[in-house]
């Protein structure tokens, strides 16, 4: 199976999920994907998966449970950067949950 490729809002590539793992551009490994549910490696809630690419959290969103934290993953080989996506328009009550990353 493919890797996932994730961008930030802004169409910028931001990096990659490889066996429902998320890495950045480099392979550092970030966070894992549980279901739509993205968490940091830290096991703070970061978003949900949007359109597929994109990890979005509500604004209104109560603040989620830390979960316990995962095994870091071996590192993956770091793929080939794609080119940049168009920006999309903002989304009214969410923000690009990858910008605090």
Known sequence: ????KIYY???KYFGF?????LFAANSKYVGWVD?????KADGT???ELAEGNYILRRTSAPTRPTRAV???PATPATPP???TKPSKPSRP???DALEEL
């Open 1 to 4: 199976m493919a890797d996932q």
């Open 9 to 11: 809002w802004n169409g």
């Open 17 to 21: 999920i490889h066996n429902g793992k």
């Open 35 to 39: 279901g739509n549910e993205v968490w």
């Open 45 to 47: 809630y970061l978003g």
């Open 70 to 72: 995962k095994a870091t």
């Open 81 to 83: 950067i794609p080119p």
């Open 93 to 95: 009550g969410y923000i």
